[in-house]
């Protein structure tokens, strides 16, 4: 495993400001920090992205990584970000070789304010069969109650999303940002950083909606288990029939939506119905 070179160049997640309340009094609130970060592959221009700041070198990787344009780790030579100018640049062994063609072949996606996939990436499938990770219901409950200790820019500033990777019920790693795909971009920039901190995830959460380029993103990672307190879309739920993902929606309190579920979601802490929950069947 060869070292890469990385300018750490992180920065605070909220800032505050001064606000006026429904009193006229003023008072101090922190909201969430939002930069631009233009990325450069080998000098190439690729993308600008909107991001927190908190971990920008494992999220520009983590973005080529899940665009396809870095193929392993080991083609990663340096990672520099440089805040005076908004840039990060990342210089690698290899570069793909149809490289003009996937960026000039770009899906806006379903991304909170708009993302874009780079290439046929939804023609995509993942490297490897991804594993058919069994969850009891059980462990999804206690998973949602361990992740309420890690929302701290949310609870603070708002205005972020949040997406951890888990094994079973244990929260491995956390991160938030402005954009549900920069969250899950750095966590993917994790795994290849800082290797360790991930071992052993078989569990993707995300605040976000469930939608196909979160499924592929999350396939690309290895995972087969996707986890959200949102809802979910069509071209997700065909993606993730496709990949083999089981996907939980709506996954709030003691309530869920198993979706692609068969075989590998085990009911074993089935709550209690109460007056007004929907029946088996029921069409509300």
């Known amino acids: 495993m060869h070292d890469i070179s990385l300018s750490r160049a992180r920065l605070p997640a909220t800032l505050e400001i001064e606000v006026f309340d429904e009193f006229g009094e003023a008072r101090r609130q922190a909201i969430a920090a939002e930069r631009a970060l233009t990325l450069y592959l080998n ?57 003009e063609e996937r ?35 059980s462990v999804l409950y206690g998973l949602l109650e361990n992740l309420g200790e890690h929302n701290e820019t949310y609870r603070s500033a708002g205005a972020v999303h949040g997406c951890a990777l888990c094994r079973q019920e244990q929260v491995l790693d956390f991160v938030e ?22 071992a052993g995830a078989d569990i993707f959460y995300t605040t976000g909606r469930l939608t196909s380029e979160m499924v592929l ?5 290895g995972i087969g288990v996707l986890v959200s307190r949102s809802g979910v879309t069509q071209k997700g739920v065909e993606l993730a029939s496709r990949f083999g993902v089981m996907l939980i929606a709506r996954a709030k309190g003691r309530h869920f939506q198993a979706i692609h579920s068969a075989g590998r979601l085990v009911l074993d802490a089935v ?14």
Not at 113 to 132: D, K, M, N, Y
Not at 271 to 284: I, L, N, S, V
Request: net charge neutral; glycine share 10%; aromatic share 4%.
């Open 43 to 99: 000098k190439r221009e690729i993308v600008t992205l909107m991001t927190l700041g908190a971990d920008p070198e494992a999220l520009v990787v983590g973005y080529l990584r899940n665009q396809g344009l870095i193929a392993s780790r080991e083609d990663l030579l340096a990672v520099h970000v440089d805040w005076d100018v908004e840039a990060a640049a990342v210089v690698t062994r290899h570069e793909p070789e149809d490289l």
């Open 271 to 284: 709550p209690p119905r109460r007056p007004g929950d929907r029946a088996a069947g029921g069409g509300r």
């Open 217 to 221: 993103k999350v396939a690309q990672m």
């Open 103 to 137: 960026l000039g072949h770009r899906t806006v996606t379903t991304g909170c304010g708009q993302g874009t996939v780079f290439g046929r990436l939804l023609e995509a499938i993942p490297r490897h069969p991804l594993p058919e990770t069994p969850l009891r219901q």
């Open 177 to 198: 940002d402005v954009g549900r795909h920069n969250a899950v971009d750095t966590l993917a920039g994790r795994q290849w950083l800082v290797q360790a901190d991930s």
